[in-house]
């Protein structure tokens, strides 16, 4: 990587901070949440709604606040949510009605 290139506050690769750190590589149990949110993006990427492209750049745009502060698939939604929103699939009233509702 060229030295004058600022590195995106995601691309945590050769990162002191986290080289420290072993990785946790024990198996993880998915919520139900967890498996909610990869069914909904494979239904999405199935009816050619979102790619996963379209996921990555969504997550990769996330705040780095909220970036590091979310789960894994935290981020997932949120980069979800944020696509039907700008593809205008969704609107805003709906999501907050969604949410009351939840």
């Known amino acids: ?12 690769g050769g990162v002191a901070k986290y080289m420290c750190e072993p ?10 949440f967890d498996k909610e949110v990869d069914a909904l993006r494979q239904v999405l990427g199935l009816k050619n709604i ?3 492209d379209e996921l990555r750049r969504g997550i990769e745009a996330i705040p780095e606040a ?8 935290q981020r997932w939604i949120r ?3 944020a696509t ?19």
């Open 23 to 32: 990785a946790d590589i024990a198996p993880h149990t998915l919520s139900d």
């Open 79 to 81: 980069s979800i949510t």
């Open 50 to 52: 979102m790619t996963v």
């Open 84 to 102: 039907l929103l700008r593809k205008g699939l969704i609107t805003e009233a709906e999501l907050a009605a969604a949410l009351e509702r939840a």
């Open 66 to 73: 909220d970036y590091h502060r979310l789960t894994y698939y």
């Open 1 to 12: 990587m060229e030295q004058d290139v600022p590195r995106a506050h995601h691309d945590l």
